[in-house]
């Protein structure tokens, strides 16, 4: 068990074979296949951002910001510099990265209500600059013909023009982002974040330097939305401004929260599934669906803040202690 | 010399003095405590020297180090550790993880992301001995949050124990317990006190009279009397006031 | 000199909408006062406080029923100041139902109200989208209060004057209510002393919504008063809760007359800007927040507050 875990857990082999198959069933499940890939962009995002919302406690309100940015790094640098996937994907992370890290300076002090408003503040502050900079981002037409690249690998090159060689492109993108922060969350720096979210002031006392990790957070947050930016650039073959907006951060906030974040690593991952769901089935039947998803977000706030996640794990612990129960009646049913 | 020294150290709040030109040392490989009624200055007196509150004047000395003013991971870093009168161990995890969260080769490993905490041997091997001097051997595995009030005061002393520290401050750690648990907590630190310098903040007299080998008596911010417990239990001013009716 | 004479009307329009901004703090202080929770959906409130008024006074709102054929017949300014009595009601009552969940939050983490009121402010938002559709409306308002008038040479605007004189009328009762009732004296003291309220023999968690209700009906009557200046978006929100936070923080947390002064300034920052780029006069308020909440986190008076944690 012990040191294959450290990378690969069995959560991540069932998640890899139920996404690394899903343009074989997502037809006959009444989905189409384009949906997979933002699915999986957007999971890429959800997980970047739970690092911060639900490992560290830092409720970050403007984080579509860094999303857009990577988007708009992605399109410049492939009109501007090199047509060259990996570069241009690694230009759209170095870009958030660098922002990102210029922003955590003002916001890693702060925490609660402070931090809260703060990075709405600087995601209103991109998302006027974006609007308004219309040379460079095309405005509010956005940043049009963004080209899917091939993923070229020297001596093979595989064309990503069709939906579904995209979405393995992007699942295999999500299985790196995957193991990579499942290493980081469960290392000693994972443990330092979570000790910050549950009591920052001990941390301190305890000779960690608390506003370097926060710093640090925010900064590989911000790294993994413009990855996961400059991905749905080339999905959507064009970057807009509107993925900027205070709605669209707060909509990662919301799925985060509803999947889980706060008490598991695939909180974000479930999160991000059930609103696409929603918003393809619920969608459907009503305009009204993100009033229904937002209603159901304030009922989990309110009576299940650990969200799907944490039901499950509630059900998990419950099925247990009955096995217990049932297999020695003497015996005291004994917590986790 | 002393290990850790306070000198002519002044603190107020808005224009009240809470600590008026406090001078205290205490010696390596003792026991010293603090002790004074509430509102005596005693819990702000552990935040000033431990950097959670810079004082307005004078001087805090570690080891001949200038530490005034240094924000509070600095000051732990250099080997000074300390435990709250309010609870404040992490809740979500693990006894185990409280204490490794605490140790300095953990700390050090911060940035690691590939290093294996769960198997490390060295560093779950030195949580396990401070489980064991604080009485929670066994409880590896239960979350603190439900551990029960008296164990999660142990692991409050755990975490600062835990920390390897070359002075060990303890506030109030009787607040609340019984007196069982009041016994049992004195046999402990009592066992600590062989191997790390220790300071006590506490009210419950008996408690600190049984442990210390100096006692810094604080009253409306100011040192009113020092000296070995036999000393206090000599002192005219302990004697007048109703602390000496508690000894 | 004639530089800065023709700017003087732009200050005007500065001092308007810090009166204004001023006026929304003042709401939102109250609660963070009572219950130490910051209201994000406060915006939201304060457009759906327009968007009401917009319901009684014209049926463009979306009540074009015939039965009120003969209330949209009569003059507009009863139907104006109807909508300015009544539209702060209304939304009073959906800030007393976001109190009543906000409940389940107290005494956690105040991380979950913060993302409770987060979620209303979306819902509240949505809400308004479906409802009136994502088109910008404007609010009628009667002809004694629009237009402008030269006076010294200048234009100025009437409505404006309008906003201004308004505005401080609302601070000036808001005043005489915290200071001179003993309801402002409850309210004042649940702030930092819920002991001395259960002492008093006061209902807190009564004091609370009800406290919570005139908060939001002070971001309704700001937001009808905006209106005009601002025109009607579901998302014109988030404009107004950016100033408030600024204005509070400036002003110090529980300052009634900081956070009039910090209006004033935070107004004519914003009114001046727009005088020169009018496109980014509301980024100048973003920049604005970030300058206080980096130099000065506990504002001109310095107080520490529950919203640090």
Redesign the interface.
Known sequence: M??AE?WITREMLVAFLIFGTLPLWVDSVGLYSYIGVEVVIWMIFALGFNLLLGYTGLPSFGHGAFFGIGGYAFGWFQFNMMPNLWLALLFAIVMTSIIGALVALFVSHRRGIYFALLTIAFGQIFFFIASKWTSLTGGEDGMLNIKRLPADFGFVSFSLQDNTALYFFVFIVFALVVIVLW??TH??????I??IK??E??????????YF?KW?VFTISCAVSGLAGGLFAMAQEGAYVQVMSLQWSGIVVLMTLIGGGFVSFWGAVVGTVVFFLARDLLGTYTEAWLLWYGLMFMVLVMFKPEGIAGMWQDAVKALRRRQIVASSPSAHPV?? | MALFEAIHVHKRFGDHVVLEEINLSFEEHKLSGIMGPNGAGKTTCFNVI?G?YKPDRGQVIFDGQDITGK????I??LGI??S?QVM??????TAR?NL???V?G??Q???????????DIEFNAKASDVLNRVGLAGKE???AS?LSYGQRRALEIG?ALA?EPRILFLDEPTAGLGAEATAELSAMINRLKQDVTIVIIEHDMSFLFGLADHINVIHWGQVVAQGSPDELKANKWVQSSNLGKLA | MDFLYNLLPHLVNGIALGLLFALIALGFMLIIGVMEVINLAHGSLFALGAYIALVIITPEGGLAMPFLENWFGIAIVPRYVAALILAPFVVAFVGMGLEFCLRRTYGKDPLYGLLLTFGAALVIEEAIRVIWGHGEYVLPIPKEIRGGFIHADLIWSTYRVYAAIFSIAMIGLLWLFIEKTPYGAIIKAGAHDSEMVRALGINLPKLRTLVFGFGTALAAIAGIIMAPIWGIRPQVGVDAVVPAFVVIVLGGIGSFWGAVIAGLMVGMVVGLTAAFFSDWSLLSMYLLLLAVVTFRARGLLGKASALEN
């Not at chain 1, 002031?201 to 608390?210: A, H, S, T, W």
């Not at chain 2, 404040?88 to 995890?93: A, W």
């Open positions: 012990q040191h450290r290493r980081l290392s000693p720096f994972g443990k330092v979570r000790a549950q009591n002031m001990r941390v301190g006392f305890l000779g960690y330097n608390v990790y640090m917590g986790k | 431990t959670r924000p509070p991971r600095t732990a870093q550790s300390r709250f404040n161990v992490f809740d979500e995890y993880d490794l969260l605490a300095p953990v700390r490993k911060g940035l690691n992301i590939v290093h294996d905490l769960a198997n595995d239960v979350l439900d975490i920390a």
